[in-house]
């Protein structure tokens, strides 16, 4: 069974820092597969912040270009999304999400709170 979880969100003050994972089963792992982070805040649409794409390049929303950074580990099959200098409309919850093979799977979320 395909899972995706994430892990690692929380509440955080403005400035902080905050590192999400996602551990990816292994055969949906590849690098050829789209590997995305999104966001959803309260009343808005669920919105693309930081992704892998198939051809392995990295690409980020403008509102978050700068202060996060997409990465992987293949050994552990795990995408991690860091996040730096978090401002309060940073809050949502984030999913992970994975495209490959004409499939589409995501994960259970995890809430992070940028919040004094």
């Known amino acids: 069974q395909v899972q995706l979880v994430e892990s690692g969100g929380g509440l955080v003050p403005p400035g902080g820092s905050l590192t999400l994972s996602c551990a990816v089963s292994?055969?949906?792992?590849?690098?050829?597969?789209?590997m995305g982070w999104y966001r959803q805040a309260p009343g808005k649409e669920r919105e693309l912040v930081a992704s892998?794409?198939?051809?392995?390049?990295?690409t980020y929303s403008d509102s978050v270009k700068g202060r996060f950074t997409i990465s992987r580990d293949t050994t552990q099959n795990t995408v991690y999304l860091l996040m730096n200098s978090l401002k309060p409309e940073d809050t949502g919850k984030y999913y992970c999400?994975?495209?490959?093979?004409?499939?589409?799977?995501w994960g259970q979320g995890t809430q992070v709170t940028v919040s004094s």
């Open positions: 292994q055969s949906i792992f590849s690098r050829h597969a789209f």
């Open positions: 892998f794409t198939s051809g392995g390049s990295r």
């Open positions: 999400n994975v495209q490959y093979r004409g499939s589409t799977y």
